[in-house]
């Protein structure tokens, strides 16, 4: 299989106005093939939109380098570009213009005009499924709309590639369904190429050929979803979302004790989700077994005994989420 994209050693260190400094992105090594759908996942600040930027040409790598079709992105950016889209995780379209507006506005900048440009502009406004709202400013779009109309100027040159930096994040659940699905069509229908990153498991097992877990800067895994469920084995993933009383050490050793066919226990405590300290996650208690069903009533029964409220429970199936399970210890979350 031909490689689309080719990166080598990708680093990113980022200084900060104080002296500080953060490394984004550390040496990051990855090859997609051409015609597939590949998948960064990874928790808010894993450093996707880092590395899709040194890919797209946005930032200059720190070291490194990312090869497009042959083509170098640091020595040889306009070719290279040439022959990608890129879709920014921020809408970047004129709110005062209306779709057609921005899309004939965009293909100008990309060199296009004419009758030419008003033509692939009528086509992807129809691919976009807004041909009857065209007319309309922007400003006037749901979330979802914006998200499609930024999606077509990232294809109005005709890429082999495109880049799409979390396209369903704050958008309703029938524009992300639509969204999806146009992200298949792309690969099925065009035969296109398409980098996609997302924090959301669910997303990245329906659309991706294969996946790069990323975490801290670093792709911890990456392979189809076959090849990285297996490093997990076939053991079940028992969750269970619990009140907020104490979780102790003894109390996780006494499961993995007791509770036959599990072989480890992790807890992640409640995590804050806002600064001001208003929403958190529900703390969560996970266990790994190899018959969960059977294991399931024991566990219940020690918490039951520890006087710990069981929210929910959910048993799963080797996921991608248990594998970043497995690799951090912390689960994947919004
Ligand atoms: N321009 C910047 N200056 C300084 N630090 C930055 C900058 N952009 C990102 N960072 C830091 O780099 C790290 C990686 O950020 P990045 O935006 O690449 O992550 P992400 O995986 O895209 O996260 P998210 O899911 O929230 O979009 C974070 O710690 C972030 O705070
Ligand atoms: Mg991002």
Do not use: C, W
Request: glycine fraction near 8%; aromatic fraction near 6%.
């Amino acid at each position: 299989m031909q490689a689309m994209v080719q990166t080598q050693n990708l680093r990113k260190t980022y200084k900060h106005a104080d002296g500080t400094s953060i490394e984004a992105v550390k040496g990051v090594d990855l090859e997609i093939h051409q015609g597939e759908i590949f998948s960064l996942l990874g928790p808010n600040g894993a450093g996707k939109t880092t590395t899709i930027s040194m890919i797209s040409g946005l930032l200059t790598p720190t070291t490194g380098d990312a090869v497009i079709g042959g083509y170098s992105i640091t020595k040889q950016p306009l070719e290279a570009k040439r022959l990608m889209g890129f879709v920014p995780q921020e809408i970047a379209l004129y709110p005062e213009l209306s779709a057609r507006q921005n899309l004939l506005f965009f293909g100008k900048m990309y060199a296009m005009g004419g009758k030419a440009l008003n033509q692939r502009v009528d086509e992807l406004l129809e691919f976009i499924d807004l041909a009857d709202r065209q007319n309309n400013r922007i400003d006037t779009f749901s979330g979802g709309m914006k998200r499609r109309v930024n999606i077509a100027v990232g294809l109005l040159h005709r890429p082999q590639l495109i880049y799409m930096d979390e396209p369903t994040v704050g958008i309703d659940p029938q524009s992300r369904r639509r969204i999806l699905d146009t992200v298949k069509q792309l690969r099925d229908e065009y035969g296109m190429t398409v980098l996609y990153t997302t924090h959301l498991m669910e997303e990245a097992q329906e659309l991706s050929d294969r996946v790069g877990i990323m975490d801290h800067g670093a792709i911890i895994a990456m392979g189809t979803q076959g090849e990285l469920t297996q490093q997990v084995g076939e053991e079940d993933r028992l969750e269970f979302t619990i009140g907020a009383q104490t979780v102790t050490d003894e109390l996780i050793e006494r499961i993995q004790n007791k509770a036959t066919a599990v072989t480890r226990v992790l807890y992640n405590p409640p995590e804050q989700l806002s600064e001001e300290g208003s929403e958190s996650t529900p703390a969560r208690l996970i266990a790994f077994a190899k018959r969960g069903r059977t294991a399931l009533p024991l566990i219940i029964q020690i918490l039951d005994a520890a006087g710990i409220e069981i929210q929910s429970v959910a048993v799963r199936e080797p996921d991608l989420e248990a594998v970043f399970l497995a690799l951090t210890g912390r689960a994947l979350r919004d």
